[in-house]
């Protein structure tokens, strides 16, 4: 990785506010150089960090129930993403190791890939899936996460997401 290129995307994510068009900008800019993988990388890893520092602050204080697929999901969506069902998403299925949710809400990165002909399924899949399972990996390490990327938005009305807890 290119500690320039990092140091840009970092700069460009820091300072995102709600609309992440100039922070995908950069990451197209340096993509012409480096290709969409590595570039992605670098909001990756930003993504990835971010998370991380969030729960090093917070999860101590954090209340849990001793259920860790459902604190993974109230932790990773209620309290640190701010989504609420049913005016965000819905939960469509739940037992006590596996809760498929389905997800609306407004999103930055659908958002900013419309405008500048990013395929979701391709940034979502390389940026943001690692990020997501590293956090809720913190809560517990026996949860994994899942996206169905076939029908992830703009490709379908909603984005449908899977937290499961292993049995070790």
Known sequence: ????????????????GEDFTELF?????????????????YLERC?????LSWL???????????????????IFYQVYLGLSTPEDGEI????????????????PTLEACKKLGLDTREVCRKAQHKPVQVFLSRIDP?????RDYDRLRP??????????????
């Open 25 to 41: 900008q950069a990451v197209l800019s340096i993509a012409d150089e480096t290709g969409l993988d590595e570039a992605l990388q």
């Open 56 to 74: 090093d602050k917070n999860l101590e204080h954090l209340e849990k129930t001793g259920n860790p697929l459902d604190d993974g999901y109230r």
């Open 92 to 107: 469509i299925e739940r037992t006590d190791t596996r809760m498929l949710t389905r997800w609306w809400n407004r999103c």
């Open 1 to 16: 990785m290119n500690e320039k290129y990092y140091q840009l995307v970092r700069r460009k994510f820091d300072k995102r």
């Open 142 to 146: 026996r949860l994994r996460f899942e």
């Open 47 to 51: 993504r990835i960090e971010k998370r």
């Open 155 to 168: 490709h379908g009305p909603y984005c449908e997401e899977i937290i499961s807890l292993e049995e070790r």
